[in-house]
């Protein structure tokens, strides 16, 4: 299945993808937290127009296809060995 992550141009490694978490702040729960982390902890869009929906509350992002093979994943660097990926133009 083709899903949608959305990359920081020019970042660091370590922080080069879209990563979104529900944050506990201040007692009220269910806020939605960004922060830029590694590909093994991207967020994933289901759709492309969810990505580009995220992806215009960012300066400096590009947005990739990825068709992860589970079978073939390395999970020791939580990266993308054995997937398929590509530019959305």
Excluded: P, Y
């Amino acid at each position: 299945m083709k899903k949608f992550l959305i990359l920081k141009v020019g970042a660091v490694l370590g922080k080069r993808f879209l990563q979104v978490t529900m944050a506990e702040t201040g007692g009220w729960h269910g806020r939605e937290k960004r922060r830029w982390t590694s590909a093994g902890h991207a967020e994933r869009f289901f759709t492309l127009k969810e990505a580009e929906t995220e992806a215009a509350k960012h300066e400096n992002v590009r947005i990739i296809w990825v068709i992860e093979n589970h079978l073939l994943r390395n999970k020791a660097s939580m990266g993308f060995d054995g997937c398929e990926w590509g530019d959305v133009s």
